[in-house]
């Protein structure tokens, strides 16, 4: 069964470190892949998506993300994280199936706390 | 722009009752949208896929009985919840696909059944 995992599910960082968040799916196809957001009290937010082209993508409040296909990942990294991040990152995927069946696979999520 | 609303943002009903969630695109034409349903520090778990003008396609394990999905119009797509339990009580979350792939999420309701 396709899945996606977030190995890191509490991070604790303190403002200016950088960050990574792994994200690691199991399906041997072509993917969309996605770094959504969620504030406290908010709804999700979509920080940067990948569909092809240059691995490194950028995407919004500093965040970028690289997808490594040998390995099956899409990490999301920010050099200096500020107590604004302070949220909880999902990461999820879109496997293009033959079958051409359209969802998205999501991660258990990340929960980031910044300290200031 | 993409923005996703939906309405109530928080219910609390008697066990037996039915509730109806609407989610609408507010600024787009979406022909596909999506029901999640989040559980307290889990992830969020596709209940089904509705379609403007077709039946959803439900998950597997969710009961399509249960939780009745019309989709009526480009931009609103409806969850009832039919007889909540108290085990129906959970964060649930609709999104819109725009044409591209990507999908705009609602900012979610709260069901609390007592």
């Known amino acids: 069964a396709q899945s996606v995992s977030q190995h890191n599910h509490h991070v604790i960082l303190s403002e200016a470190a950088s960050l990574e968040l792994g994200c690691n799916y199991s399906y041997g196809g072509t993917v969309n892949l996605f770094w959504y957001v969620q504030y406290p009290g908010q709804h999700l937010q979509l920080l940067l998506k990948?569909?092809?082209?240059?691995?490194l993508v950028k995407g919004i409040k500093g965040f970028e993300a690289e997808f490594i296909k040998s390995k099956f990942s899409f990490n999301l990294r920010k050099p200096s994280v500020q107590w604004s991040d302070t949220a909880e990152y999902f990461c999820a995927v879109n496997p293009q199936t033959t079958s051409g069946t359209y969802k998205y696979i999501f991660g258990t999520g990340t929960r980031l706390k910044v300290l200031a | 722009g993409a923005v996703v609303s939906q309405h109530p943002s928080r219910v609390i009903c008697k066990s037996g009752t039915s509730v109806k969630i609407e989610c609408r695109s507010l600024d787009f034409q979406a022909t596909t949208m999506f029901w999640y349903r989040q559980f307290p520090k889990q992830s969020l778990m596709l209940m089904a896929t509705s379609n403007e003008g077709s039946k959803a396609t439900y998950e597997q394990g969710v009961e399509k009985d249960k939780f009745l999905i019309n989709h009526a119009s480009l931009t609103l797509s409806t969850l009832t919840v039919t007889s909540a339990h108290p085990e129906d009580s959970s964060f649930y979350i609709c999104?819109?696909?725009?044409?591209?792939?990507?999908?705009?999420f609602g900012p979610g309701t709260r069901l609390l059944v007592l």
């Open positions: 999104s819109a696909r725009l044409a591209s792939e990507t999908q705009y």
């Open positions: 990948y569909f092809s082209g240059d691995p």
